[in-house]
């Protein structure tokens, strides 16, 4: 998934595909999406955010500008121009923690109104387009409020751009020139904007309505530096850049580079027509402010820099002879004659794109349209852009857009050949040939589809419509020697029926393929042999199956091959004997069943005799021992008390005379027997 950077607070947000809008995790704003065709595209996207961000806004711009130069209907491109346009920074709300719009590049003309906004709605979609409107009325609100202040301003003569203080914030040199001229001009009666002394009274307050309307009131800037560093610093090319797109429409503004203590060729490239003062020499300043009063005086001439008859003869006779030695392959003599013209004419255009050819090693302007590098970004092209008529800017363009058109062209002949070829003309002989032989990239039809993409988009270019029948059937070619690799890969290594059919599928899909038919025979005939050999091991499972498994294992063998010969026969016989055995189990089980629930009974039987004579045994022995233990010594005694009775009984009547005798003594067995005898 690709990132983009969060316009608000420079975070990174994943783009899900066709997401138009997506909610930044680190700032919670709602943002819309770029959407990039292209890595290269999106990379370009997140490079001018970042220089916006750093309020780089003209070097974003141009990153923009770009990007809809290849594709003019990227509505995100628009949209950051209107915001490098304005200025537009986005800051947090303190007591809301939203991030809102702040302006750093105020401009008369409603956002509302500007023609990269409308682009932006135009090539929208309906929730881009609903977040453009909502962020443009914010803008505007601002914008009209910025308006409102700056109007009330009293206009000034001159505004005086400079850096303050460096990055140990130090004042700068450049700061005490600066408040040194600011006191000359005061002293000579001039309204001057002097951002120390002008903007302290505004503390707290935003600057930009106060710069605005002295930027648009001012008929003079001087840009003061003494390093190159701190004349490109971010807020200083913010000033000056914005005055020089004034002076595009008023012709009457002047802007004059005050330089100290640093050569005249380090000032920035947009100063080299212009007339710079060098503030080491002695008068320096006398000749400032005589230069300020013929501006406003208006008795200076019309134009700062004006070429002699006779430079533009002699920058004309240099040019030519430049031009010779371009087209003799002498780069580097061609080089220093465009140079000296160029120090005649600052301003040719064709001197700077003759230079141009000549660094890139071109004899010819259409020799840049088949080099390797892009030129677009050569500041030798921006310049032959910058001061070319309308028909020569025609004339340069086309060159960019042929070498995109041929760099595309080349690339795609490149791509789909898969060889380090050296012309366009190999590479079309060798897709010529690839058709004949069918030799291809047989896993990558879809490189030859895309390619042929790009031929169609070029339209009629060169051979583009050749190359994209080519490519075309080749893409075809492609596919069915995939499609015949992938069915040979399952034809070799089939395990089952299943594969083989598949590898059958393939083969039947690629009817043309020269090969298919050779491999679709043989793939047959290994299904049918597969099948006699899968029919004889069914049947011989059949014929030894003897248990209802082995009938099961010998049905699904034989459903396998359901439509082969007579197989729906050997099914039917199958199930019926698989039920007859099923039946005769079921019987055997319900058998044994029965014998052991019969065993089961005569068990628990058993079990009751053998308990019930071990309980009458024990209760026969308990008899016995009550017999022997209690009942017979019962007995005896009460014998021996019948026969002690009969014994007193007949002592009492034989021996009367004894009845007061002493117990114990007629107690006495033997006396008993001895009396009985």
């Given amino acids: 998934m690709a990132i983009v950077k969060c316009k608000m607070c420079g975070g990174d947000i994943t783009i899900q595909a066709d997401t138009a ?113 909502k962020q443009a009325q914010e803008i505007n609100r601002i914008q009209a409020g910025f308006l409102s202040i700056s109007s009330k301003e009293p206009p000034f003569d001159v505004f005086i751009c400079y850096k303050e203080s460096d990055g140990s914030s130090q004042r700068t040199p450049d700061s005490v020139y600066a408040q040194e001229i600011y006191q000359a001009l005061i002293d000579e009666g ?47 090319r913010n000033e000056w850049s914005r005055f020089l797109y004034l ?11 005050v330089y100290r203590d640093m050569d005249a060729y380090e000032l920035p490239e947009e100063f080299a027509y212009l007339q710079a003062q060098d503030y080491s020499k002695v008068g320096a300043m006398q000749d400032l402010l005589r230069g300020i009063k013929k501006i406003m005086t208006g008795t200076e001439d019309s134009v700062p820099k004006q070429n002699s008859r006779a430079q533009d003869d002699q920058a004309l006779a240099l040019l030519r002879r430049g031009h010779i030695y371009l087209e003799d392959g002498e780069f580097g003599d061609a080089i220093k004659y465009f140079d000296r013209a160029l120090d005649f004419q600052p301003d040719n255009a064709q001197a700077y794109m003759y230079k141009l050819c000549a660094e890139m090693g071109c004899r010819t302007e259409e020799e840049l349209c088949y080099i390797d590098e892009r030129f677009d970004t050569d500041k030798d092209y921006a310049r032959a852009l910058r001061f070319a008529s309308s028909e020569e800017k025609i004339r340069f363009e086309y060159l960019l857009e042929e070498w995109e058109r041929w760099h595309v062209y080349w690339e795609a002949i490149r791509r789909c050949t898969f060889r380090a070829i050296q012309t366009p003309e190999a590479g079309l002989d060798y897709l010529k040939q690839a058709i004949e032989t069918q030799t291809t990239a047989p896993y990558l039809p879809g490189i030859y589809l895309r390619t042929a993409e790009d ?16 490519c075309m059937k080749l893409a075809k070619i492609a596919k069915e020697e995939a499609i015949f690799a992938k069915a040979n890969s399952l034809f070799s290594s089939a395990t089952n029926l299943d594969n083989l059919l598949q590898a ?15 491999s679709l025979a ?20 059949l014929d030894s199956a003897k248990s209802a498994y082995q009938f099961q294992h010998a049905l699904n063998a034989f459903e396998k091959i359901r439509h082969y010969k007579a197989v729906e026969d050997y099914i039917s016989l199958c199930q019926r004997r698989l039920k007859e055995c099923e039946a005769e189990e079921e019987a055997k089980e319900t058998a044994a069943a029965l014998a052991r629930i019969r065993l089961a009974k005569r068990q628990k039987r058993s079990e009751r005799l053998v308990w019930g004579f071990i309980v009458l045994i ?50 006495c067995p033997f006396k008993l027997l001895s009396y009985r005898c």
């Fill in 618 to 667: 024990l209760i026969a022995t308990g008899c016995i021992a009550y017999y022997q233990l209690v009942v017979i010594p019962a007995n005896h005694y009460k014998s021996g008390e019948a026969l002690a009775a009969d014994y007193y009984r007949l002592a009492g009547t034989y021996f009367p005379q004894s009845e007061n005798m002493d117990r114990n003594q007629a107690n």
């Fill in 190 to 236: 001039y309204k001057v904007f002097f951002s120390k002394i002008t903007l302290e009274k505004r503390l707290g307050e935003a600057y930009e309505p106060y710069i605005f309307a002295a930027l648009n009131s001012a008929k003079v800037m001087l840009v003061v530096g003494t390093r190159a560093e701190y004349m490109q610093a971010k807020w200083v």
């Fill in 504 to 518: 059958q599928q393939l083969y039947k899909s690629i009817p043309n393929y020269a090969k298919a038919s050779v």
């Fill in 247 to 257: 002076m595009n429409t008023d012709r009457s503004k002047r802007l004059i580079p």
């Fill in 455 to 470: 031929f169609q988009m070029l339209g009629n270019y060169k051979d583009a419509p050749n190359c994209y029948a080519l």
């Fill in 21 to 133: 809008s997506a909610t930044c995790e680190y700032c919670g704003s709602l943002s819309t999406l770029p959407h990039a065709s292209s890595e290269q595209t999106l990379n370009l996207h997140n490079r001018a955010n970042h220089l916006r961000m750093l309020k780089d806004f003209d070097k974003a711009q141009n990153i923009y500008e770009s990007i809809i130069t290849q594709n003019p209907c990227d509505a995100e491109a628009y949209w950051g121009i209107v915001l490098c346009r304005y200025g537009i920074e986005y800051v947090e709300d303190e007591a809301t923690h939203h991030r809102i719009p702040t302006l750093n590049r105020m401009q008369y003309r409603s956002v509302l109104e500007d023609e990269g906004y409308l682009n932006a709605l135009e090539n929208a979609d309906v929730v881009a387009k609903s977040l453009y409107e």
């Fill in 522 to 541: 043989e793939c047959e005939k290994a299904y049918e042999e597969r099948l006699n050999q899968l029919f004889e091991s069914a049947a011989t499972q």
